[in-house]
């Protein structure tokens, strides 16, 4: 293996320094490079915690949207520099910031693939600090009018004929009243509704267990979804299954799903998917609760990432959005 130089100066070699992102192998990286990729990303580190799915499987998109981008071009990564990098870039439908996402992913990648290119300049970070980083966007949540506009557009799935609308009914409605992530609503069994009144969510890494408030409109959604589910014999232990055999189903699915729903009632958002529902029912919850409590339901570790919906609460201050949520309820 031939050493390099990384910015600091340390000369690098094989195998890989302890705590190196991956394998300094430059053979591995011409060779296979989406192998590669997926093993930088498999030990890449965010704040000590590894990448969440929907993260890993995002920026995979991305690094095989660039190879095919490059390969159309006759070029590989070595090639690669910060207007080629901004090309691409250009190319794709990218927000401000998830651009800068992007690109702080990719300044951390080409820091490790000099051994590449022979040489120290980074492309990404070049593009990086040519800019300043984009001011955080806030979450956005449906208002209790918009809310109620969905509700209209999913009630003829509740009796529909077709077992799979009716799953879509019992699923959006647990999202907008529990607050579930997609990974929890997807792995959700019905040991964690045995508990009267409540939704256990088990603890998976980094985060503990907790328990969420079930309010009339979610008990009575579930109760009939899970009677049509035993109705139909559906093996397995996933309450909200993909097919009749009972394999998972798809966040992909589900956010197709959302997307749907949310198109029929008229409404637009910049993110249109399941983390849209679980924002509403944030905001609903933080017009009636303290924000700590909310916290707690809605799992999430910082205080502060649960006031980031504190503006979008303003506009369920005394509205139920057709949620039938009252302070007994919860």
Not at 73 to 80: K, T
Not at 264 to 276: D, T
Not at 277 to 290: E, I, K, M, V
Request: proline letters at 7%; a positive charge; glycine letters at 6%.
């Amino acid at each position: 293996m031939v050493a390099f130089t990384m910015g600091g100066g340390a000369s690098v070699g094989a195998p890989a320094a302890p705590g190196a992102l991956f394998t300094f192998d430059a053979s591995a990286w011409r060779r296979e490079p989406v192998a590669a990729f997926d093993n930088f990303l498999s030990q890449r580190r965010v704040n000590g915690r590894v990448l969440r799915k929907s993260s890993f499987v995002i920026y995979r998109g991305m690094f095989l949207r660039l190879l095919d981008w490059l390969g159309l071009q006759g070029r590989n990564l070595e090639d690669l520099n910060a207007l080629s990098l901004d090309e691409f870039l250009a190319s794709r439908p990218l927000q401000a910031e998830t651009r800068h996402r992007y690109l702080l992913v990719f300044t951390e990648l080409y820091q490790h693939l000099m051994v590449l290119r022979e040489q120290e300049t980074n492309p990404a970070r070049e593009l990086l600090t040519a800019q300043p980083a984009p001011e955080r966007v806030a979450p956005e949540a449906l208002t209790p009018q918009e809310t109620q506009q969905l509700l209209a557009c999913l009630a003829p799935r509740r009796t529909h004929p077709n077992w799979k609308h009716r799953r879509l009914y019992a699923m959006t409605l647990t999202l907008l009243c529990v607050g579930l992530r997609t990974a929890e609503l997807l792995e959700l069994k019905p040991r964690s509704l045995e508990r009267e009144g409540t939704c256990w969510v088990p603890p998976h890494k980094p985060r503990p267990e907790r328990v969420v408030p079930l309010s009339a409109l979610a008990r009575e959604a579930l109760g009939e979804w899970l009677a049509l589910r035993q109705s139909l014999d559906i093996p397995g232990e996933l309450v909200f299954p993909g097919n009749t055999a009972g394999a998972p189903l798809a966040a992909s699915t589900l956010f197709r799903q959302v997307q749907t729903l949310l198109s029929e009632a008229n409404v637009q958002r910049r993110y249109e998917g399941p983390m849209l529902l679980r924002n509403t029912r944030t905001a609903a919850w933080l017009a009636q609760h303290p924000v700590h409590k909310v916290q707690a339901w809605l799992g999430h570790e910082l205080e502060r990432t649960t006031e980031q919906l504190l503006t979008a609460a303003a506009a369920w201050t005394g509205a139920d959005g057709g949620l039938g949520e009252t302070r007994r309820d919860l």
